[in-house]
């Protein structure tokens, strides 16, 4: 009986390897001057970045959701207020944050589907966003209206693929490493 138990107990640990092994890694880093607490849901919850941090998260095959950056919050054990991107108060989100939020939306193939990702306009704009998969193009966002976001529901021709369970790059603020954009919001 015991080596029963302890055969199954081996293939459940291998199992969930196997399922972790297969999971999109996203990357999402803060390059932008203040702090950004991102959000994501189903898979994520939420964190505190400062400034040049990243956070790594393992969504798994058959996942759709969607990362978000909130600024200007305050939590005390795990409640408080974001003055963007809030979700009902909770440093770890279970519900969409308020509007209006950039969204790095995914849909994570199963079973060796493809990959689907975009940035979302349709809820607004709050943060500056690139957005990129291993083998796909990079999105790239600065401001509302840019042109590789959704802008109204229907904009499909901003949804990209990317081979199944790649790795993806959130990035808030990338325009802060790159020289020319820097030189024109100077100007």
Sequence with gaps: MASRAGSSVLFLVLAAFIAGASAATFNIRNNCGYTVWPAGIPVGGGVQLNPGQSWTVYVPPGTSGRFWGRTGCSFNGGRG???????????????????????????????????????????????????SCSTGVNLHCPGAGCSDAYLYPTDDTKTHACASNSNYQVTFCAWRNDASMIKMSVE
Aim: a negative charge; proline letters at 4%.
């Design 81 to 131: 207020h974001c003055d963007s991107g809030d979700c009902a108060g909770a440093l770890s989100c279970s519900v969409s944050g308020q509007t209006p939020a950039t969204l790095a939306e995914y849909t994570i193939g199963a079973n060796g589907a493809l990959d689907f990702y975009d940035i979302s306009l349709v809820d607004g704009f709050n943060r500056p966003m690139d957005f």
